[in-house]
């Protein structure tokens, strides 16, 4: 959260220093803002981080182990498996999407006939949540009364019906293909944005000195949307590493329990092993890699000096 | 279907929350049960309501939410004075110290003895009584009839041993088409913990000793029962969607009226009945391999909170349960019965298939485990792993050795209370 503000909100002048009052005023604005966060996000999250140093069951007392549970977790392969899973998921999943949603950014970008219908059907699938998606996909993979193994035996395109959940690589890139379906429009909308802010008159100068789209690809547009990029990129990750929903609905974590992801296996420890202080304390190790991994990113694709 | 009852389950739940207390000169206890039984539990609680001057407030509670939530209302102050608990959680919630010890009250019923032995035993935690039989539910085998017909089998004959099972599949199956011989949940804890362990019982095997202190899957029996799912599956005798169904098709296969043979539960029963009229289906126990049979007694155990002001109104309902009349509701409305004495009562206008049922589940037998969610309810747990990879997979003896590792270490590092 406090990463995508620190780069969206541009540093404040400092005219605002001597004048106490109006500080104060301006505390007195953000105040509901900083109550809401304070209540639904700093309070839950010291609660957690007490709750991690317990061993807290679901039902019955709860004790004070000190740093036992992130002992624990050191040696727990399972989780150590389920968040290589999910390092991988990510890295798939983003550059997946990165490369249908970028294309289609720049084929809505500019007015053209019926683009208005393009957008809003690229978009579609991201107003919909995830549970819903997964539900809907959950049938569309079915084997039996499903859409695409009946339809492809029904074509001819396979001796008897093939059932895409039972091994691990056509699981694996029909949940890729899901989710590339569900959050491109999302993605493709910010790099629209981005596009849209880059000025014509630099593409067109480029253009007059020779340059090949190509060219202009590499020179002008990557380098005048690396906000955008960077956004879409954090979001991307962000939400690949939390996902839970769809390995959840359609897969049960199977093929024989090799999509567990990170979050998943924190809901088998809290909700199906009833240990919450564990759980807690495995969310706080994911909550550590989660922000370390935004701000390398955000590192990466930082402003050069001189640039904006 | 499912989604309705959730849907109602939640609405009840909320309205439940919001609901005051009733007058102050009759008690009123508050009782959860899981939807599983939406459709016997508010016609016993009508029942008593009626006839009592203390009352029930009944609140149904979605399948999968009814142990965290019930967690949360516990650590909140807030739980219901007493549940209708899947039996199976019985001893973890006894070893949390959860639950109101029963036990003087329990052996002063003068058909204690009576009660569903499997529900007693698993009620039972250290020598003290924490949970007593509610509903009960019991694995049988059910076939269709018409199938069998068309395949040139006589249809009022069931299976009597493995042999049978995979050459009545196998001529069922020839009949083609949409048309399969045999079904199950091939992803599905739960589903084989309740159709598949009975094989391995009937034959004289077992997963879990006694006191379900030590795992014992690497068993001939073990490894017969799974020659014959495997055999089955590899004569595609069953449709390819078994090898990935988490549970949702477990009745739904049968119930499309083209499946052979399934093992499957005595709530099949009211289903069919009410729900798929059409399909003319019998009912036999789950046999062993050369014979015999076993089943699993499923069901709910009434519990009580530890700590609660209303015991005697919940005492109250529960004699009222155990009584004729109670059972006969019960029994009328998807649950078998839960005395053995007054069985054959309180079935004795319904369907005769129950009395395969009942007889199943007078037999029938639990596994004893405080975490039995870990080791096998869990999707992602050991035992449903190697169901899987067993059935449809190449390595059956890594799975089995890794599954036999898995729970053993479940089995050493729980709660020693």
């Keep these: ?308 | 279907m499912r989604t309705t009852i959730t849907g109602l389950a939640i609405a009840a739940s909320i309205f439940g929350t919001l609901a005051t207390v009733g007058p102050a000169a009759a008690d009123t206890a508050n009782i959860w049960v899981r939807a599983d039984g939406s459709n016997f539990m508010p016609r016993i609680v009508d029942a008593f309501n009626k006839g009592h001057q203390n009352q029930i407030k009944l609140d149904i509670i979605p399948n999968a939410e009814i142990i965290p939530k019930y967690g949360a209302a516990a650590a909140g102050g807030t739980a219901p004075d007493a549940l209708s608990l899947d039996l199976i959680y019985t001893p973890s919630f006894a070893a949390a110290g959860q639950l109101e010890d029963i036990t003087d009250w329990a052996k002063s019923l003068p058909y204690f003895a009576s009660l569903s032995p499997a529900h007693v035993k698993t009620g039972t935690y250290k020598g003290r009584i924490y949970g007593l039989p509610f509903s009960a539910d019991s694995s049988v085998l059910i076939w269709n009839k018409k199938l069998f017909k068309q395949a040139g089998l006589d249809p009022e004959k069931g299976p009597t041993n493995w042999a049978e099972i995979e050459s009545d599949a196998e001529k069922v199956n020839a009949l083609g088409g949409d048309i399969k011989g045999f079904y199950f949940s091939g992803n599905c804890g739960g589903c084989n913990i309740f159709t598949f362990t009975p094989l391995i019982w009937a034959s004289g095997g077992d997963i879990l000793t006694e006191d379900g202190s030590k795992a014992t899957l690497d068993t001939p029996q073990m490894r017969g029962a799974i020659d014959l799912y495997r055999s089955m599956v590899k004569k595609d005798l069953v449709p390819s969607g078994a090898q990935t169904d988490t549970g949702s098709n477990f009745f739904a296969a049968f119930a499309t009226g083209n499946i052979g043979l399934s093992p499957s539960g005595a709530f099949a029963i009211g289903a069919l009945n009410t729900q798929y009229p059409d399909i003319d289906y019998g009912i036999t126990f789950l046999p062993g391999k050369d014979g015999g049979w076993s089943s699993f007694a499923g069901g709910d155990n009434f519990v009580v909170t530890k700590g609660t002001t209303k015991v005697a109104v919940v005492k109250e309902f529960l004699d009222f349960a155990y009584s004729l009349e109670g059972q006969t509701i019960l029994a009328k409305y998807g649950s078998l019965p839960v005395r053995g004495d007054i069985a054959n009562e309180a079935l004795k206008d319904l369907d005769p298939r129950y009395k395969v049922a009942a007889e199943a589940m007078a037999k029938g037998r639990t596994p004893y485990s405080v975490v039995f969610n870990d080791l096998i309810n869990s999707a992602n747990g050991p035992w449903n792993q190697m169901m899987n990879e067993v059935f449809f997979g190449e390595d059956v003896d890594g799975a089995i050795a890794n599954a036999q590792e898995t729970m053993q270490s479940i089995i050493d590092s729980a709660p020693q209370k």
């Design chain 1, 1 to 308: 959260m406090t990463t995508i503000t620190a780069i969206s909100a541009p540093t404040r002048p400092r005219k605002l220093v001597g004048a106490g009052r109006r500080q104060w005023i301006g505390l007195l604005y953000v105040a509901p803002a900083v109550a809401l966060v304070v209540v639904f996000f700093i309070v839950p999250l010291c609660m957690t981080a007490w709750m991690s140093l317990h061993n807290w069951p679901l039902m019955g007392a709860h004790s004070f182990v000190g740093l036992d549970n992130y002992w624990a977790i050191l040696r727990d392969t399972r989780f150590w498996n389920a968040l290589k899973f999910t390092g991988y998921y990510t890295v798939v999943v983003t550059i997946a999407i990165f490369a249908v949603a970028f294309p289609l950014a720049l084929f809505i970008e500019r007015p053209r006939q019926l683009t208005g219908f393009y957008r809003t059907s690229f978009f579609m699938p991201a107003v919909i949540g995830f549970a819903s998606a997964s539900l809907l996909w959950s049938w569309l993979l079915n084997v039996d009364s499903g859409l695409f193994s009946p339809a492809a035996f029904e074509l001819g395109l396979t001796e008897k019906k093939f059932n895409l959940l039972a091994t691990f690589q056509p699981a694996f890139w029909s949940i890729i293909a899901m989710v590339v379906w569900k959050v491109a429009g999302f993605t493709m909308i910010i790099l629209m944005t981005g596009l849209q802010s880059i000025p014509p008159d630099l593409q067109e100068a480029a253009m007059i000195d020779g340059a090949g789209p190509f060219a202009r690809f590499r020179a002008i547009t990557l380098p005048l949307m690396r906000r955008t990029l960077a956004l879409a990129l954090i979001l991307s990750v962000a939400g690949s590493i939390l996902a839970f929903d769809q390995f959840y609905i359609i897969l049960r974590g199977g093929p024989r329990n090799q999509t567990l992801t990170a979050v998943y296996w924190i809901f088998n420890q809290s909700f199906v092993s009833f240990k919450l202080g564990y759980g807690a304390a495995l969310s706080m190790v994911l909550l550590v890699i989660l922000v370390a991994l935004s701000l390398i990113q955000l590192r990466l694709l930082r402003q050069p000096e001189g640039v904006d």
